[in-house]
């Protein structure tokens, strides 16, 4: 069993930056994806960004250009720098981990994330 624990969520103005980390403990596979997903009141938790333990990447259109995901292998922990944040990006963002991009097998209990106009 993997558990995520998720930090740095917060409010700030539009223009704004934040970090988002989420770190892993328990037994990980030695190839996987860990990724950031976040849900908005009323919508879909829709993929943020991913990022296999090999650094392959993987952005929303949305977002791309303004955030950046990395990782840490070492200390089982992936970052998500948000650059230029929009009140669009309010949302709870959620860490994930799995073998590959989909396959969920635990969740972080979220963070919330509000950007104000």
């Known amino acids: 069993q993997v558990q995520l624990v998720e930090a740095g969520g917060g409010l700030v103005q539009a223009g704004g930056s934040l970090r988002l980390s989420c770190s892993a403990s328990?037994?990980?596979?030695?190839?996987?994806?860990m990724g950031w997903y976040r849900q908005a009141p009323g919508k879909q938790r829709e993929l943020v960004a991913t990022?296999?333990?090999?650094?392959?990447?993987n952005y929303a259109h949305s977002v791309k250009g303004r955030f950046t995901i990395s990782r840490d292998n070492a200390k089982n922990t992936v970052y998500l720098q948000m650059n230029s944040l929009e009140p669009e990006d309010t949302a709870v963002y959620y860490c994930s981990y799995g073998i590959y991009e989909g396959d969920h097998r635990a969740w972080g209990q979220g963070t919330q994330v509000t950007v104000s106009s």
């Open positions: 328990g037994t990980m596979f030695s190839v996987n994806t």
């Open positions: 990022i296999s333990n090999g650094g392959f990447t």
